[in-house]
């Protein structure tokens, strides 16, 4: 295109409120199918594009002479016929521009291959001569010098055909190959000309009639399907005669077969007989042969596609034996159709699908078989695929249907016609241009499997919008985003059209409860809006037509606070990803000014310069329009080189043993780009897959959990931790929780005990607990301590200790987790310091399911005096040794349990009176000089508001003495319980069963008499019974000498 037609359709694409008028013609010899490949291309196209162009842009099928112009059935295009010239084309549109009388801004013309393309080209240049703004755009579904030999005409007539197709891709202003391998054939052509645009590969959509899937026919009897023209001039490259041959070989080879499908006559039903071609020339070279016997020949004229499809799905196995197709819709429509292809190597079929199975290692690929067809007489090579195709024929079925599945989604007719659009710069459908077309419709809401319960959800959250609550009611705004996302990953673009202005609502909604605030919040992690931010940018990505929708959708107050938080702006350059082809074409402008306010905190902000060189790594595009500098951004610089690493070796899990800092990158590119997943640990994915083993799919867009568990499995245990540790460092929060998930995994932990206690390994039990709990606590500690990490810290330890499966010594406990574990609360001495003052909605949710089983357990040694001042007892006095074997009990039993020793730190009295209302339980071990000590700070912590059960003991408490020290009823009532014998157990029964009610107490725990607390649960102190003795050995517990350290606020 040229630069002044560029510009005006940047102008056009980013513009769509200016009054302009567009005009789209579409150009074939006929409409439908009944000629095979390129009209049946042409009439989903035209159908397509009326869908996705917006309001402004009048479309129009331009067909060559007919008896009878067709009829749109749905009114979004219409029908003009011409004389099959150029000039007389120029002169049609002139007149129906005329005829329409909104004049013309801008005409383009979509011509295909030698056809209708030169009368694209013919027009267009009639038309400027007019001062018309024309275009021509070229579409090429063959190379006629890769097979016109095979075909019998003269010679000079095939060099014609080569010799103007050629012109055609050098002259036309935009050009679109059908297919990779096109593109690759004629990249050359565009690259030696001053034209600015390349040659664009589209990939045909889905036929929608093929996307139902239906029951298969389950006849043994073996239906084989063909479609092509079948006459003397092109069989001889579309192979038609050549596969009844090889057809019936494979019947005559399996003719003593035990399998039952080559003994019940089957069928071969070929579309494409010509018109002067009879049933005989077709099976003239069967003449003499029993084939009967085997299977019965349905040579056809080519029909409407509802015909042609039903066949299809009513088939077995598919060939496509071409010498050469440039795409080969036959063979794709039994791709989306879910029936077993044999698929010749010479096609952009099989280009393509080479490389999709290569990028989707999980992709079932058992249901296609690529054969090489260099010698059209090669009769034997395709009769032995039909051979291995029918032989585990079930299975191959099975792949089909699965790939079908995952084809029509992705593929699909509108999402063709955005793509051309875009490349072509026509405006795009927006919201209201869809609701005037469909007035009745509600698509989004009202589309197969969407429950009653998330329409109203989705309502309700729409309503809210339009009252400017979408941010108060976070959750239900997440909801409805959510619900937003998954319209995006439809095939249908009228849905996604109808969500996108759905979206639109609830941007509305939000920057009016930005505006409507006197003090502006942040978008801070431990809000809702956090929440709201990171799914808006989600659902955005999923229905924005474009980038500049997708840039320009998020609310402006929302944007700031998006860019203010480094996970958020790190995945908004993510999102953006999705529109990388665009960066080098019609968004480079807006992709430049995006990026580089995306970057701008880049050298501060080490999370986003790793993010930046992955991204970078994976999408080449990103490089037209951002740039970080090595010098200034050092880690960017080492990642970069790591990125480079892998994709120079492809990664090999050996690698690891050098640099564990790769195993983080490698996971991250795997899932950003199917380039680099060729090697590492996707080698488990694929040898699953050659087995017929459908490995689980990612729960969400980075899971990281299931590549992660895999390669923990293969990883020798010295790797293993080490490369934990790496992951735990990541920017990724994917990356940080699958380490999370890896440090609790039970497996892991089985394993890397059995290698300790093997010798395999040189730390103990306990020490390679603390490096697992190290790597929980940098997982939920990095990039400013992410609110997914913090609740999955808290949702792991519950499952840890609420069902446990491993014996005490294995399991984690909190002192494993110095760091993470201030999310139960905070510890004596942290008051106004606490790194977790304020949580996000859903963690408190976490933290208090926690709380439901766990216990906030505080034991005191007292001080022996209560003077101000008092001085510090020496450190090497013997720190309390019977409190920390109840404490290293109680934290085995998965408590939160913190010591203060007052009498070596005095000052801590009033730290721990102060903090006394974060615990449920707190223990004093008393003796005869701490007895006044003890009285006054229980009573002092009674005093305090919601204070806790007080438990009692130690020798003055054996001693009968604590209890006459009270000297008031204050002191009288203000413990709860006293523990005279077996204080580890004892304690361990109260916490364990909060000592509620009437129930008989073990011996040796005595409850007081004066406590509102006891005598309110109604305890006697006659209620008491003999020990109970324990049906089995306890499980040994060793001391936790962690518990002794000293408070941070005073150490």
Not at 456 to 485: F, K, M, P
Not at 907 to 923: D, K, M, N, P, R
């Amino acid at each position: 295109m040229q630069r002044g037609n560029r510009a005006a359709a940047l102008l056009f694409h980013f513009c769509p409120g200016l009054n302009v008028t567009e005009h789209l013609y579409v150009v074939s010899s006929e409409w439908g199918g009944t000629q095979g490949g390129i009209n049946v291309f042409n009439k989903s196209l035209v159908e397509a594009l009326a869908r996705v162009v917006g309001a402004g842009v009048q479309v129009c099928a331009v067909i060559a002479s007919v008896e009878t112009i067709p009829t749109s059935q749905s009114g979004a295009f219409r029908f003009i016929d011409y004389d099959g010239t150029g000039e007389g084309l120029a002169t049609t549109i002139v007149r129906d521009i005329e005829a329409t009388r909104s004049g013309a801004d801008r005409i383009v013309i979509i011509g295909h291959d030698v056809h209708s393309g030169p009368h694209a080209l013919i027009a267009c240049e009639a038309l400027r001569d007019r001062a018309l703004k024309s275009e021509a755009a070229l579409f090429c579904h063959m190379d006629y010098s890769a097979y016109q030999k095979f075909k019998s005409q003269p010679i000079r007539q095939i060099n014609e055909k080569i010799k103007l197709q050629r012109d055609i891709v050098k002259r036309g202003d935009h050009v679109f190959a059908v297919g990779p391998l096109l593109q690759e054939a004629f990249g050359a052509l565009r690259d030696v000309t001053e034209k600015q645009s390349p040659i664009y590969s589209i990939i045909p959509g889905a036929p929608e009639a093929l996307t139902k899937r239906i029951a298969e026919n389950p006849a043994k009897a073996t239906h084989f399907f063909f479609a092509g023209r079948i006459d003397p001039d092109n069989d001889p490259i579309k192979n038609g005669r050549l596969a009844l041959r090889a057809i019936f070989e494979a019947y005559e080879k399996n003719a003593r077969s035990t399998n039952p499908r080559w003994h019940q006559r089957g069928q071969f039903i070929a579309y494409g007989l010509g018109e002067d071609v009879t049933d005989a020339w077709f099976c003239e070279e069967l003449k003499g042969f029993s084939y009967g016997n085997h299977f019965t020949p349905l040579p056809r004229r080519f029909a409407d596609q509802e015909e042609i499809f039903d066949e299809l799905l009513n088939s077995h196995v598919s060939i496509m034996p071409s010498i050469h197709e440039g795409f080969g819709l036959a063979g794709w429509e039994a791709v989306c159709a879910g029936v077993p292809l044999i698929c010749s190597k010479h096609t952009g079929l099989a280009e393509f699908l080479d490389a999709y199975f290569n990028e989707n290692h999980l992709a079932p690929r058992e249901s296609v078989l690529f054969v090489e067809m260099g010698d059209e007489i090669d009769i034997d090579t395709l009769s032995s695929a039909i051979d291995e195709m029918v032989r585990k024929y079930d299975r191959r079925r099975s792949h089909a249907r699965k790939l079908a599945e995952d084809i029509t989604k992705q593929f699909t007719w509108d999402a063709c016609a955005q793509s051309v659009a875009s490349r072509l710069g026509l405006s795009q459908a927006g919201p209201s241009d869809w609701q005037s077309r469909q007035q009745d419709s509600d698509a989004a809401l009202a589309r197969d499997g969407t429950s009653d319960n998330i329409a109203a959800e989705v309502e309700r959250a729409l309503r809210e919008a339009n009252a400017a609550n979408s941010l108060n009611e976070w959750s239900l705004t997440c909801t409805a985003l959510n619900y937003i996302s998954d319209i995006g990953k439809t095939p249908t673009y009228a849905e996604r059209q109808n969500a996108f202005g759905q979206l639109q609502t609830i941007a509305d909604g939000i920057q009016r409860g930005y505006e409507a605030e006197s003090l502006r919040q942040p978008l801070i992690r431990f809000s809702g809006r956090f929440d709201v931010g990171w799914r808006f940018m989600a659902a955005a990505s999923g229905v924005a037509r474009s980038f500049q929708a997708f840039v320009t959708v998020i609310p402006k107050e929302m944007l700031r606070d998006i860019h203010a938080d480094s996970f958020l702006n790190r995945e908004f350059l993510h999102y953006s990803m999705k529109f990388a082809d665009e960066f080098d074409n019609v968004s480079e402008e807006v992709a430049r000014e995006f990026f580089a306010q995306a970057l701008a905190s880049a050298p501060e902000s080490p999370p986003l310069q790793i993010r930046f060189a992955r991204l970078e790594a994976a999408f080449p595009e990103l490089a037209s329009v951002a740039s970080l500098d090595p010098s200034q951004n050092s880690h960017y610089n080492a990642e970069r080189n790591r990125c480079e690493a892998i994709r120079a070796s492809r990664f090999d899990l050996n690698d690891l043993a050098t640099n564990h800092q790769l195993g983080p990158t490698a996971l991250a590119l795997a899932t950003l780009s199917p380039a680099f997943r060729t090697r590492g640990i996707d080698q488990i994915f694929i040898a699953g897959n050659e087995h017929g083993h459908v490995a689980p799919r990612p729960a969400w867009r980075g899971d990281k959990l299931l590549r992660s568990a895999l390669l923990a499995a293969i990883l020798h245990p010295n790797m293993l931790i080490a490369f934990i540790e790496a992951m735990a460092l990541d920017e990724e929060e994917a990356i940080r929780w699958a380490a999370i998930d890896l440090a609790f995994s039970l497996t892991v932990r089985s394993r890397l005990f059995d290698a300790s206690r093997a010798g395999t390994l040189e730390e103990s039990s306990f020490q390679l607990k603390q490096r697992l709990g190290a790597i929980v606590d940098s997982a939920v500690q990095g990039d400013g301590c992410h609110p997914w990490m913090q609740r999955e810290f808290l949702d792991r330890f519950h499952r840890e200790h609420s069902a446990p499966s491993l014996p005490k010594e294995m399991r984690f406990t909190a002192s494993d987790f110095p760091f993470s574990r201030a999310l139960f609360g905070p510890a004596v001495g942290e008051a106004g310091n606490h790194p977790f003052d304020s949580l996000h909605p859903e963690v408190h949710l976490s933290a208090q399911k926690l709380l439901e089983t766990m216990r906030r357990v505080l034991l005191v040694l007292p001080p022996i005096s209560m003077k101000t001042g008092a001085p510090d007892v020496s450190t090497t006095s013997t720190p309390p040794l019977g409190l920390g074997m109840v404490g290293s009990h109680l934290l085995a039993d998965g408590h939160d349990v913190h010591l203060a020793d007052c009498h070596r730190t005095p000052a801590l009295v009033h730290e721990v009176i102060e903090a006394a209302s974060q615990f449920q339980w707190i223990g004093f071990n008393t003796v005869l000089p701490t007895m006044r000590s003890t009285l006054y700070m229980a009573s002092s912590i009674k005093r305090t508001f919601s204070p806790p059960a007080i438990v009692v003991g130690g020798p003055a408490v054996n001693a009968g003495a604590f209890q006459s020290a009270a000297q008031n009823d204050d002191e009288a009532s203000s413990w709860d319980f006293e523990i005279n014998a077996q204080a580890e157990t004892n304690f361990a029964y109260l916490v364990r069963s909060a000592a509620r009610g009437d129930a008989a107490l073990p011996a040796g725990i005595k409850p007081n008499e004066h406590s509102p607390l006891v005598l309110n649960a109604g305890h006697r102190s006659k209620g008491a019974s003999a020990a109970i003795e324990p049906r089995e050995w306890p499980e040994t517990v060793l001391l936790d000498r962690r518990l002794f350290s000293t408070p941070k606020s005073l150490s």
